[in-house]
Each structure stands twice: as structure tokens, then as C-alpha cells.
């Protein structure tokens, strides 16, 4: 799909972009001394796209496509 593509890239959008670049950074680092902290940084890029894009737009539309493939392995993840 179109939009996986852009979102493993970092440019779908400057929101997407920036927190996906900052995740990079952060997860190669070692910053993410929990499980939880990265959930709530990847909700929190969710979030960001649906704050600065219009619900009609594709960034909005994909934010909620994205959160809800994401949030299923959480929770498959949490099953094992």
C-alpha cells in the first residue's frame, strides 16, 4: 500500500515526518526503556496527524487506518 510505503519512509506528512524521524532516533538510542513509552510516542504521532489535518484528507483518513494495524499488534503482542 501507497501509504505504509510513505509512512516507512517519513514523508507522509511534516507531522509524520518529524515525530517518525524522532522515533528512529530514539528507538537506535536506546531511549525507550519501556514498552508503554513507545505506545504513547506512536499514539501521540496519531494524534498529530488528526490535529493538523482536516478529517476529510488522506493524512487524516491513514492516521486512523495506521492506529487501528498498530494497535492490533499491541495487542497480539500482548498475547504472546
Known amino acids: 500500500c501507497w501509504f505504509y510505503t510513505l509512512l516507512i519512509q517519513g514523508t507522509l506528512c511534516f507531522s509524520y515526518s518529524s515525530d517518525l524521524r524522532t522515533m528512529t532516533e530514539r528507538l537506535k538510542s536506546g531511549y525507550f ?3 508503554k513509552l513507545f505506545i504513547a510516542d ?3 504521532i496519531f494524534t498529530n496527524c488528526r490535529t493538523y489535518n482536516a478529517p476529510e484528507t488522506e493524512y487524516y483518513k ?3 487506518t495506521v492506529e487501528r494495524f498498530f494497535l492490533s499488534k499491541v495487542k497480539e ?3 504472546t
Open 77 to 79: 503482542l500482548r498475547k
Open 42 to 44: 506512536m499514539m501521540r
Open 62 to 64: 491513514c492516521a486512523n
Open 33 to 35: 526503556s519501556s514498552k
